[in-house]
């Protein structure tokens, strides 16, 4: 099967301009996103631009959850909006999973078809949406999932920022490849 799940950018070694240009898109990356699970200090930082109706973000998703589930004290993971035009219904997902204090349980309940109501107050989901996806249009996202991995090398908490585009095949694929880019030995 042609899953895409590809390393695109590579920032650890560069010059230093380059360098702090890194860290400006790994800061923007992760203000405003959407905490799903973890803390936000934490060393390994997923962020997935995702949309509700996109069936490969549905399959990385629970593999992302698992690798926290075994690393909870190394992972954060955190969500991006970046529904697809061709599916017509997502944006008005997105807009309702922004506002919803439980991402997995939100997510879930629209996807069976089930009736959900935004329940944190005084949010926009709109607004959240719009603003994920002129991040995600100039950062260079262009279908999902796309994950932002930013790792931490334990002095600079976004020594390294790389995005990847595409579903994982499974869970080793994406244990060793986040393993790899971090540096962190990952269960």
Not at 36 to 57: E, S, W
Not at 67 to 95: G, Q, S, T
Not at 149 to 154: F, L, P, T, V
């Amino acid at each position: 099967m042609g899953i895409l799940f590809a390393v695109f950018i590579s920032q650890a070694q560069a010059q230093s301009s380059e360098q702090q240009d890194a860290v400006q898109i790994a800061r923007e990356v992760v203000s405003e996103a959407q905490l799903i699970l973890g803390r936000k200090d934490a060393p390994l930082k997923i962020v997935i631009f995702d949309d509700p109706d996109c069936p490969f973000c549905r399959k990385s998703i629970p593999l992302v959850k698992q690798l926290y589930e075994k690393n909870p004290d190394k992972v954060a993971v955190f969500i991006r909006w970046f529904p697809l035009d061709f599916h017509p219904d997502a944006r008005r997902k997105a807009e309702i999973i922004a506002c919803s204090r439980d991402y997995f349980k939100a997510k879930e309940q629209l996807i069976k078809g089930k009736d959900v109501k935004p329940d944190k107050k005084n949010c926009d989901g709109k607004a959240i949406v719009e603003r994920d996806m002129e991040l995600g249009f100039k950062l260079g996202v262009s279908g999902t999932p796309t994950f932002f991995i930013i790792s931490s090398d334990g002095e600079n908490e976004y020594a390294d920022i790389k995005m990847i585009v595409g579903a994982p095949p499974d869970y080793e694929a994406l244990r060793s490849t986040l393993s790899n880019i971090s540096g962190l030995e990952l269960k």
